[in-house]
């Protein structure tokens, strides 16, 4: 199991963030990821529009997880419409 970092960007709706929020915690279970951490969100300005939307909120997931996994739940995040942007990076250990 390597270990990833992950960044979500949520809209700043409430429902929208805690049904994206969900479905995120959901998603990584059923494919057996650990989160190790997740570190409070944060709302901030967005450095270009995204779906409309000029703010947004941040949340960073630190992960424990097989590869194989990993593009599993790519295809699975691409789908979720409560998620403006995620992204996956590996962590050298």
Do not use: H, S, W
Not at 22 to 39: F, R, T
Not at 60 to 84: G, M
Request: aromatic share 10%; no cysteine.
């Amino acid at each position: 199991m390597r270990r990833y970092e992950l960044m979500v960007v949520y809209p700043l709706e409430e429902d929208q963030y805690q049904a994206g929020r969900e479905q995120i915690a959901a998603d990584l279970a059923a494919q057996g990821v650990e989160i190790v951490k997740a570190e409070d969100p944060v709302d901030r300005d967005l450095a270009y529009e995204v779906k409309k939307r000029r703010r947004a909120r941040y949340m960073l997931y630190i992960l424990r997880a097989d590869p194989a996994k990993i593009t599993v739940l790519d295809r699975v995040f691409k789908l979720n419409a409560n998620i403006l942007k995620y992204l996956f990076v590996r962590v050298d250990e």
